[in-house]
């Protein structure tokens, strides 16, 4: 029943911005935590973003830090990822996915989250 839909990639140009969202329906997404993972074609997913549900914590890869902002609101069970100053390597499809915690080892989010929604594409080129 658990269901997560993304939305707000498109074509962009190098420094500009997107806001991303993650919706949930079938559960209360406040109760969990949320990240935002990207993958481009012959590459390894990367998690780019995590936020707690519990103290509402934050991770960002340190390809996005500084650059990206991850947020929620719970009265709208949505979660947000604000991209700016985008660059081409931002370039890939976005996937947001729900478990109980953001769980980070040696820097690196891991990817085992238990949802995942069916990704939207970000590209960014001129």
């Known amino acids: 029943q658990v269901h997560l839909v993304e939305s707000g990639g498109d074509l962009v140009q190098p420094g500009g911005s997107l806001r991303l969202s993650c919706v949930a329906s079938?559960?209360?997404?406040?109760?969990?935590?949320v990240g935002w993972f990207r993958q481009a074609p012959g590459k390894e997913r990367e998690g780019v973003s995590c936020?707690?549900?519990?103290?509402?914590?934050?991770y960002y890869a340190d390809s996005v830090k500084g650059r990206f902002t991850i947020s929620r609101d719970n009265a709208k069970n949505t979660v947000y990822l604000q991209m700016n100053s985008l660059k081409p390597e931002d370039t890939a499809v976005y996937y947001c996915?729900?478990?109980?915690?953001?769980?980070?080892?040696?820097?690196?989010?891991?990817?085992?989250?238990?949802?995942w929604g069916q990704g939207t594409q970000v590209t960014v080129s001129s």
């Open positions: 996915a729900t478990d109980q915690f953001c769980v980070v080892a040696a820097g690196i989010l891991s990817s085992d989250f238990g949802s």
């Open positions: 079938g559960f209360t997404l406040g109760y969990y935590a």
């Open positions: 936020i707690s549900s519990r103290d509402g914590s934050t």
